[in-house]
């Protein structure tokens, strides 16, 4: 059965966990996945409308969880799952392989009809390194992946145009406009504001104040393979399946600004809530 044999409406109850995916590569299963799990958002989200925003939200997560959760099961029963949408199996602190996946990245612009900016993400760590990322728009038809990433950038440094949270955007977001003369770009979703550095729509994206390793790992692991500088706002590099998943802050951005950035960054020190210092 393929997984676009699940067309259910309403009840969304098959979940496609028969496809042919178990000579696929980890990074063809990442892509297959989160292309997969997209197709269902669009059906939910079209099936369901906008009328009960809660109903939505919560449908969306919870049916795109179940589907990367039960494919992962059964085609890589050895591996362990870090999901947004379960309960943190403590076994994968012992595990070489573990999948850091956030079933819907976005999940308020995903209830906001016409909008684009949100993501499904899958990574694979492996050993204390990201090996796979895919970060699937699927508004916008799109995945990309570690194995496959695009080098669209554009090579004007002059006026760099800064995305941030559309709705939580934080303090450093205003400091760095200033200081580096940047426009600030609004957008909802870590991997759509990645994806857009990474598609050259953006140059920098900046957070802080809070997040978990699923928001980041698989818009890093393709923002690392496309030649992207990746690090915390004080430059240490951003560790993934750690005991705590809080992953609070991060930079990405074309190595173009990379020093720039991080002077900013750095002048200050940066508390967990993003509060300048006393
Ligand atoms: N201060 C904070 N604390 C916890 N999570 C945060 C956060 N700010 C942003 N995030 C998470 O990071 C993702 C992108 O947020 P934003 O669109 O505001 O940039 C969202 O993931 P989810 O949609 O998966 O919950 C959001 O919940
Ligand atoms: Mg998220």
Known sequence: MSTDDIRRPATFSTVPVDIATDELSDAAL?????????KLLLRI???????????????????????????????????????????????????DRVWIVDPLDGTREFSEPGRTDWAVHVALWERGELTVGVV??????????SADPPRERRADTTAPRLVASRTRSPRIVTEAAEALSATIVPMGSAGAKVAAVIRGEADIYLHEGGQYEWDSAAPVAVARAAGLHTSRLDGSPLR???????????????????ERVLAVTRAR?????????A
């Open 30 to 38: 990442a892509r297959r996945l989160a292309t997969d799990a997209g």
């Open 45 to 95: 989200r079209a099936e369901l409308g906008f009328a009960e925003t809660a109903t939505l939200r919560e449908t969306g997560d919870a049916r795109s969880h179940q589907l990367l959760a039960r494919a992962l099961g059964r085609h890589r029963p050895d591996d362990v799952v870090l999901s947004e949408e379960a309960a943190d199996d403590p076994a994968r602190l012992g595990a």
């Open 269 to 277: 020190s940066v508390g967990a809530d993003g509060a300048a210092p």
């Open 136 to 145: 699937a728009l699927p508004a916008l038809d799109l995945a990309l992946s």
């Open 240 to 258: 993934y399946n750690q005991p705590d998943p809080y992953l609070p802050d991060l930079i990405v951005c074309d190595p173009a600004y990379t």
